[in-house]
């Protein structure tokens, strides 16, 4: 075979292997261009600071990336379930999928600031499975704790999980495999891998029609199975954003979740820009809820991000930065970026669309969690965390107007950034 110059050395090793062992599924292919070690998106977006994949200068942001009172309101919530497992001298906070540590650096900074009872109690783990070599605190995921008495969390961590995709045939679901032909890569239909891809989505067969495409995720029970194993006593908190199965599998939704991010764009074609790219889909809730019930953890609640974030008090945080602003303590520019990043993360078309699960293990009574609940402010009067001024921030971005479509032409001319996270595939640039 003939393999045109064009082509990178990862784009050569794939190439190579799908000539000696066939089309691959989808779900080898998203492992070895996210995550292979020499040449995946992950490991060479994170080996320097100025190629991360994450904020103005990467491909997306996220929650943490947004503004830190995201991780102040997770602090007070973590800082909650200490008190509610009788304020053990260590509680340990293993946040997996750690990416560049933000998370991290926001909850520590902010306990010891606000919440000094609580931080001396803190060990804090972060992991992740392409750790940055410049980032300190962050290890490789093989290193889980056991005997965890605390709280594992985890932000849009299941989303990045290689998965495998379906397409409906003539009533029966076949998978979609990557192959190579005629010098580009291509889908390729086949019987299913695995039994399981086909069981959980043949109760939903008979409303779906023929060309309908989608995913199945088989690693959540594998990220079930380590928190369990990790886990003696405490909670869960899992932030991504997702469907239960029903939902997930409804037949509007013709073409998946899938998702590819590059510079701020979105497009459903991950046979492009092939490392270059960020792959996700939507999480099945009903897989998560599922897999850590069989591991005896039990959920709490869920809810949107937005509704989590206001019971917890953000509302006072965004009072207090107006409140500073008319006492000439922020500028007015700076009074404007930090309320517009709070707004960001419970904007109910973007962040806030989120959804929050929270789960416990080993704990006998239910005890009211004030992210689910709402029952009162866990903010109270506390002092607001503020973004830095040398950040490029998410709020700037936002209110910048980047021309996206000029710079990108194949985005539709009138999409803005919020629009990215939608849902109505008609809007996305395949």
Same mark, same amino acid.
């Given at each position: 075979?003939?393999?045109?110059?064009?082509?990178?050395?990862?784009? !050569?090793?794939?190439?190579?292997?799908?000539?000696?062992?066939?089309?691959?599924?989808?779900?080898?292919?998203?492992?070895?261009?996210?995550?292979?070690?020499?040449?995946?998106?992950?490991?060479?977006?994170?080996?320097?600071?100025?190629?991360? *994949?994450?904020?103005?200068?990467?491909?997306?942001?996220?929650?943490?990336?947004?503004?830190?009172?995201?991780?102040?309101?997770?602090?007070?919530?973590?800082?909650?379930?200490? @008190?509610?497992?009788?304020?053990?001298?260590?509680?340990?906070?293993?946040?997996?999928?750690?990416?560049?540590?933000?998370?991290? #650096?926001?909850?520590?900074?902010?306990?010891?600031?606000?919440?000094?009872?609580?931080?001396?109690?803190?060990?804090?783990?972060?992991?992740?499975?392409?750790?940055?070599?410049?980032?300190?605190?962050?290890?490789?995921?093989? $290193? @889980? *704790?056991?005997?965890?008495?605390? $709280?594992?969390?985890?932000?849009?961590?299941?989303?990045?999980?290689?998965?495998? !995709?379906?397409?409906?045939?003539?009533?029966?679901?076949?998978?979609? &495999?990557?192959?190579?032909?005629?010098?580009? &890569?291509?889908?390729?239909?086949?019987?299913?891998?695995?039994?399981?891809?086909?069981?959980?989505?043949?109760?939903?067969?008979?409303?779906?029609?023929?060309?309908?495409?989608?995913?199945?995720?088989?690693?959540?029970?594998?990220?079930?199975?380590?928190?369990?194993?990790?886990?003696?006593?405490?909670?869960?908190?899992?932030?991504?954003?997702?469907?239960?199965?029903?939902?997930?599998?409804?037949?509007? !939704?013709?073409?998946?979740?899938? !998702?590819?991010?590059?510079?701020?764009?979105?497009?459903?074609? *991950?046979?492009?820009?092939?490392?270059?790219?960020?792959?996700?889909?939507?999480?099945?809730?009903?897989?998560?809820?599922?897999?850590?019930?069989?591991?005896?953890?039990?959920?709490?609640?869920?809810?949107?991000?937005?509704?989590?974030?206001?019971?917890?008090?953000?509302?006072?945080?965004?009072?207090?930065?107006?409140?500073?602003?008319?006492?000439?303590?922020? #500028?007015?520019?700076?009074?404007?970026?930090?309320?517009?990043?709070?707004?960001?993360?419970?904007?109910?078309?973007?962040?806030?669309?989120?959804?929050?699960?929270?789960?416990?293990?080993?704990?006998?009574?239910?005890?009211?969690?004030?992210?689910?609940?709402?029952?009162?402010?866990?903010?109270?009067?506390?002092?607001?965390?503020?973004?830095?001024?040398?950040?490029?921030?998410?709020?700037?971005?936002?209110? #910048?107007?980047?021309? &996206?479509?000029?710079?990108?032409?194949?985005?539709?001319?009138?999409?803005?950034?919020?629009?990215?996270? $939608?849902?109505?595939?008609?809007?996305?640039?395949?």
């Amino acid at each position: 075979m003939t393999i045109p110059k064009s082509h990178t050395a990862l784009e !050569r090793s794939l190439i190579g292997h799908i000539a000696k062992y066939g089309p691959v599924t989808f779900e080898s292919f998203m492992n070895f261009v996210l995550y292979d070690n020499d040449q995946g998106y992950y490991p060479t977006r994170r080996r320097t600071s100025a190629s991360k *994949p994450i904020g103005t200068d990467g491909d997306y942001f996220t929650s943490p990336t947004t503004h830190p009172v995201f991780g102040a309101l997770l602090a007070l919530q973590l800082r909650e379930m200490w @008190l509610l497992l009788d304020s053990p001298s260590e509680f340990t906070v293993v946040e997996m999928g750690a990416g560049d540590g933000t998370l991290r #650096s926001d909850i520590l900074e902010y306990a010891q600031q606000e919440l000094p009872d609580f931080a001396v109690t803190i060990r804090y783990i972060a992991t992740d499975l392409v750790p940055p070599s410049n980032i300190n605190g962050v290890i490789d995921n093989s $290193c @889980l *704790p056991v005997d965890v008495v605390g $709280c594992i969390i985890s932000n849009e961590l299941l989303d990045a999980f290689p998965f495998n !995709r379906f397409i409906v045939e003539d009533g029966v679901v076949k998978e979609i &495999f990557v192959d190579y032909q005629d010098g580009e &890569f291509v889908d390729s239909v086949g019987e299913v891998s695995e039994p399981e891809i086909a069981a959980r989505v043949d109760p939903f067969l008979d409303s779906l029609k023929d060309g309908y495409q989608g995913e199945v995720n088989l690693r959540l029970a594998y990220w079930s199975d380590s928190v369990s194993a990790a886990l003696q006593r405490g909670y869960v908190i899992t932030i991504d954003y997702g469907y239960d199965r029903p939902e997930l599998y409804e037949p509007s !939704r013709r073409s998946g979740s899938i !998702r590819c991010y590059y510079q701020h764009t979105l497009s459903q074609n *991950p046979l492009r820009r092939i490392g270059r790219q960020d792959i996700t889909s939507h999480v099945d809730f009903t897989t998560v809820d599922h897999t850590l019930m069989v591991n005896r953890i039990k959920q709490v609640g869920k809810l949107s991000q937005r509704q989590f974030l206001l019971n917890l008090g953000l509302k006072d945080f965004s009072d207090d930065i107006t409140l500073r602003s008319l006492t000439n303590e922020f #500028s007015r520019e700076d009074s404007q970026e930090n309320l517009a990043g709070i707004e960001a993360l419970i904007d109910g078309e973007g962040l806030g669309k989120f959804k929050v699960l929270v789960h416990s293990k080993n704990i006998d009574q239910a005890h009211p969690i004030t992210g689910i609940t709402g029952r009162k402010t866990l903010v109270e009067g506390r002092n607001t965390p503020t973004l830095n001024n040398s950040e490029a921030t998410h709020a700037r971005l936002l209110r #910048s107007g980047n021309p &996206f479509a000029r710079i990108n032409p194949e985005l539709r001319s009138d999409m803005t950034w919020e629009q990215l996270f $939608c849902e109505d595939s008609t809007n996305i640039v395949n």
